[in-house]
């Protein structure tokens, strides 16, 4: 019982995580309508979750990361979180929407195989299994385009990459430390970086236009950032890097949902299909053992 219990919650937080990821292309779509640009979009996003979660670690006496988990926390925020999101957002101007979208979630493979590379992770049938099933969903959901130019693939892959090494420091190094001020030093590297870019591009900040893209504004920064990072960190506890990264597939299914529900958007019988086939790999991965992989442990 002891066994079922963190992997239960582990999973219960790293599907809370992508839902609430799932949910900011929407809440996207009505901030740049209200004005905001992607540089200032993310500058803002990262500095209002860093200054909303800074009062709770500073009035609750809150352990700050230190050592190898504080440098790996900044390494994270300021340049993996940054340059995923550059890369992805550069990649779209050469390859269309869902080519750039299928090459970025190869990053739960990409983890796997890099864990078992780098960190001596045990490569079982389970997770070869939940490998096949997560992407054959998501081949399915978003569409095999596989078309653009190189710079675009190139930029998918890259960005994949990025991401990969972001969600490998937090298993490695950062899930011994606070889930709030880990996410806390996070927020705030990125908020420095990204605010980097806002003053290189020399034409200032943008604001939203209206309180319809203020409210879009904060449920980016509380919902899609505080809410799913700090839950993907408490899941990536309990559940290792992998595991975290082929659960988090669950999130374009939740965005397609919302899509349907609050834009109108149809949903295809292949979108419910590739959604199936992404919640059977949840299934198997989330599934009880009888013994302990050294995965559990060392992811």
Known sequence: MELRSPRLWGTVCVL???AAFGSMAIFAKLAYAAG???????FLRFTLAGLCLLPVVLIGRLPWPRG????ALLVMGGVCYTGNSQTFFMALNYAPAGTVAL???LYPVLVMLLSAWLFG????ARKWL?????FSGLVITLGLELAGQPLGIALGVASALIYSSYILLGGRYATGSHPISSACV?????????????LAKGDGLHWPHNSAGWLALLAIALICTVLAIVGFLVGLRWVGATRASMMSTFEPVVTVLLAAVWLGESVSMSQLLGGALILAGVLVLSRPQAEVEVSDIHD
Do not use: K, M
Request: proline residues 0%; negative net charge; without cysteine.
């Open 68 to 71: 190898r988990a504080l440098v």
């Open 121 to 124: 992770e045990q490569l079982t």
């Open 103 to 105: 090459l970025l979630y």
């Open 186 to 198: 996070v927020f705030l590297a990125a908020s420095l970086t990204n605010g980097l870019i806002v």
């Open 130 to 134: 939940a490998a096949a099933l997560t």
């Open 36 to 42: 905001l640009d992607a540089a200032s979009l993310l």
């Open 16 to 18: 809370v995580s992508a």
